[in-house]
């Protein structure tokens, strides 16, 4: 008979099991929870969950029970905050941490009117999509109509704007409600989504081409395969490393957001080996894209430059490094529209 030696290897945790090392080092490890920073992170962790289908494991939750039961004090003493406080008790509840606060919670912003202190339609429109989840009004018609207005300007992203690109996916995420609802979004939305990505994928910025990807999926389309193949590439350059207790400054944000488009594109997200504790994650960053030595060739152009992809293209071909020409290349390929895009990002008239 012979006896079977375990080696002691240990087991690799499970998706649950990884999420729920995550919740517990962004919850108790990471930062205090009287500092903003500790609201966004929290925020943005469990809204990922939240609207990416997770199944936590038993008391998974249990390390924001405290934070869950200040909630409605909180509120009370920092409303400038309440979209913050507010996202993260409704997430709270929909993974299933019992109670009623978030309704209540709702109820007071509503009956404070705080969404109209917002400067900003999309603050706006986040404020009026969380009172919504629990049955408290709806996104205002105007609201809804100047961001439509706004998605609809495909010119706007023909140029680089990380900042208008992130709250084109944010309008997106909103007005269809994290992919639950479908929402009849113009072409010309779609078409800006393009362009933004086109912008992201030459930039090679894995964050917002992974969140430009889950706003074309919820807005019924198709991503780019070219773009979606680099993107699960990516996804094998994280690591996750113990770290001393306190502020971490790393590629959290990048990692949240592909693992959510992965699982939003049936693949398998929150890749490696989490420790207990405080985590660290990080990324061995892609290298840069071509999008500045574009910009720049175009710009020491002057008035030779040309909106004409097919006369610049034997012009990017002598002048890039053959792996940036690479990436251009793609980029032409990955989407129908490239030669419009780019009539508009060479700005040559």
């Known amino acids: 008979m012979s006896n079977v030696i375990s080696l002691g290897a240990p087991k690799r945790p499970n998706l649950s099991q990884r999420q729920a090392l995550l919740l517990n080092s962004f919850a108790t490890q990471r930062r205090a929870t009287d500092d903003v ?22 008391h998974a939750l249990d390390v924001y029970s405290g934070f869950y039961e200040s909630l409605e004090e909180r509120m009370r003493f920092f409303p400038q905050y309440y979209r913050f406080l507010l996202s993260i008790c409704l997430d709270l509840e929909d993974l299933g941490l019992g109670g009623d606060t978030g309704r209540k919670l709702c109820e007071a912003v509503q009956l404070g009117d705080l969404a109209a202190c917002e400067l900003s339609d999309l603050q706006r429109a986040e404020a009026q999509y969380l009172l919504a989840r629990r049955g408290v009004g709806t996104l205002c018609p105007a609201v809804r109509g100047r961001l439509l207005d706004f998605t609809a300007e495909p010119h706007i992203f023909s140029v680089p704007n990380k900042k208008a690109a992130y709250e084109l996916t944010h309008i997106v995420f909103y007005l269809t409600s994290y992919g639950r609802m479908q929402a009849e979004l113009p072409q010309t939305t779609v078409i800006s989504l393009e362009y933004a990505g086109l912008m992201a994928f030459l930039d090679q910025d894995v964050d917002l081409l992974a969140e430009v990807c889950v706003a074309l999926r919820f807005a019924g389309q198709s991503p780019s395969e070219i773009w979606e193949d680099w993107l699960a590439r990516e996804i094998g350059s994280f690591t996750l490393v113990p770290a001393q207790n306190g502020p971490v400054s790393d590629a959290y944000h990048e990692y949240l957001v592909t693992s959510w488009w992965a699982g939003v594109a049936g693949m398998a997200g929150f890749t490696g080996r989490p420790p207990a504790g405080n985590i660290e994650i990080l990324r061995s960053p892609a290298g840069p894209g071509p999008l500045r030595a574009i910009s720049s060739l175009l710009y020491q152009l002057g008035p030779a ?45």
Do not use: V, Y
Not at 339 to 349: Q, V
């Open 305 to 349: 430059r040309s909106g004409d992809w097919s006369h610049m293209r034997a012009i990017f071909a002598r002048s890039l490094e053959h792996d940036q020409n690479a990436i251009l290349e793609g980029a032409a390929q990955s989407c129908p529209h490239f030669d419009r895009f780019f009539e508009r990002f060479s700005r040559s008239n």
């Open 37 to 58: 920073f500790w609201l966004k992170e929290n925020a943005e962790l469990l809204n990922i969950l939240a609207n990416s289908g997770a199944l936590l494991p038993p």
